[in-house]
Nanobody
Framework: VHLVESGGGLVQAGGSLRLSCAASGRALRYAVGWFRQAPGKEREFVAA????????YQADFVKGRFTISRDNAENTVYLQMNNLQPEDTAVYYC??????????????WGRGTQVTVSS
């Protein structure tokens, strides 16, 4: 399994970014999602979905702002982030794993992509 994230960068508060995660290997066996880790904080769950279901799992702090979507033909998952705020600044990681209790237990990680939101 191999995961490669892209799309991070610097954006002003209120702006948008779209992260991409290209998955290879046996990625379709697992749910796919995003986590993030801010400086000095623990890594936290952001959003996840399976490759075959329309059901989406999201952390409360991103509802209405972030959207996770997929392109099965390209084995790619996206995280559209709107109305970004400085507190969203973090390294964002793509992950594969299992859905557990409305969240995700990760098994595989990408290397991460930096998102920085200026005020």
């Amino acid at each position: 399994v191999h995961l490669v994230e892209s799309g991070g960068g610097l954006v002003q508060a209120g702006g948008s970014l779209r992260l991409s995660c290209a998955a290879s290997g046996r990625a379709l066996r697992y749910a796919v999602g995003w986590f993030r880790q801010a400086p000095g904080k623990e890594r936290e769950f952001v959003a996840a979905r399976t490759w075959t279901s329309s059901k989406i799992y999201q952390a409360d702090f991103v509802k209405g702002r972030f959207t996770i979507s997929r392109d099965n033909a390209e084995n790619t998952v996206y995280l559209q982030m709107n109305n970004l705020q400085p507190e969203d600044t973090a390294v964002y990681y793509c992950a594969l794993g299992n859905i557990i209790r409305q969240s995700m237990s990760p098994l595989y990680w990408g290397r991460g992509t930096q998102v920085t939101v200026s005020s």
